[in-house]
């Protein structure tokens, strides 16, 4: 079975552009989650997706959005991109309530 | 709001000897307890969990402790190989909404061969 997949890895954007990362799950996971790692701290929960609907959602502001698709991949965007956005963003599927699984992330520098 | 802290953003031990990494949380709600490893330009990868109904868990060479009454786990491994030289990160669920984790800052863990 393959595991969590993200792209691009790594990402260099500019302040004040659009940015799309994406994800596929692992085969049958239907719930997938964001989460933003900083530089010296613990991941820290974006949202999630269960089957195409948004079901949680951590303090981030609404530029921060997503989509996940019927095959259960998932893309995170976020627009009018801020130097503080630079960071390592994670993807992790699961299905049911445990098993979480975490993709390799995509490193994420706004200069 | 950290919810889930580790105090040691560092530990380093001799090959073959214990290691002990610890974890403190606040909410009372968290049900179930994960701890993840991380190595550099890698995700978290899964190393064993908890649920709060039981105070241990040992999978080989790791066991994990949960001390409800002390909001407190912590993540033994031994004996310490090189190879568990990796940031190790305490994770904790509450089971409402969308079951989403809660990570501490993660303590780096050097085992000196």
């Known amino acids: 079975e393959t595991g969590v997949t993200q792209s691009p890895t790594h990402l260099i954007k500019t302040r004040g552009q659009q940015v799309t990362l994406r994800c596929s799950s692992q085969s049958g996971h239907n719930t997938v989650s964001w989460y933003q790692q900083a530089l010296g701290q613990g991941p820290q929960f974006i949202f999630q997706?269960?089957?195409?609907?948004?079901?949680g959602r951590g303090n981030f502001p609404p530029r921060f959005s997503g989509l996940q698709f019927p095959n259960y991949s998932s893309e995170l965007n976020v627009n009018a991109l801020e130097l503080d956005d630079s960071a390592l963003y994670l993807c992790?599927?699961?299905?049911?309530?445990?098993?979480?699984?975490f993709g390799s992330g995509t490193r994420l520098t706004v200069v | 709001d950290q919810q889930v802290k580790q105090n040691s953003p560092s530990l380093s031990v001799q090959e073959g000897r214990i290691s002990i990494l610890n974890c403190d949380y606040t909410?009372?709600?968290?049900?179930?307890f994960l701890w993840y490893k991380k190595y550099p330009a890698e995700g978290p990868t899964f190393l064993i969990s908890i649920s709060s109904i039981k105070d241990k868990n040992e999978d080989g060479r790791f066991t994990v402790f949960l001390n409800k009454s002390a909001k407190h786990l912590s993540l033994h491994i031994v004996p310490s190989q090189p190879g568990d030289s990796a940031v190790y990160f305490c994770a904790a669920r509450v089971q409402t909404g969308a079951n989403n984790l809660f990570f501490g800052t993660g303590t780096r863990l050097t085992v000196i061969p």
């Open positions: 992790a599927s699961r299905q049911g309530n445990y098993g979480y699984t």
């Open positions: 997706y269960y089957r195409e609907e948004e079901n």
């Open positions: 909410n009372s709600m968290f049900d179930y």
